[in-house]
């Protein structure tokens, strides 16, 4: 399976899951776009920080 999990970085440096199991990311220039594999869509102010594919897992941050 090729889906990561989504998470944001907040002020502190934690992160906080957003989204499960995506599989289609399209960054634009000031908002992340994500779709899963359920079809469940968001848009997400902020731009690709990490992207740790091995761990399924894509950072974001504001």
């Given at each position: 399976?090729?889906e990561?999990?989504?998470?944001?970085?907040?002020?502190?440096?934690?992160?906080?899951?957003?989204?499960?199991?995506?599989?289609?990311?399209?960054?634009?220039?000031?908002?992340?776009?994500l779709?899963?594999?359920?079809?469940?869509?968001?848009?997400?102010?902020?731009?690709?920080?990490?992207?740790?594919?091995?761990?399924?897992?894509?950072?974001l941050?504001?």
């Amino acid at each position: 399976m090729c889906e990561s999990n989504v998470y944001i970085l907040d002020a502190n440096g934690e992160r906080s899951l957003i989204m499960e199991s995506v599989d289609k990311i399209v960054p634009g220039e000031k908002d992340v776009y994500l779709e899963n594999i359920f079809g469940e869509r968001k848009t997400v102010k902020g731009h690709i920080k990490e992207m740790a594919l091995v761990d399924h897992s894509i950072i974001l941050a504001k």
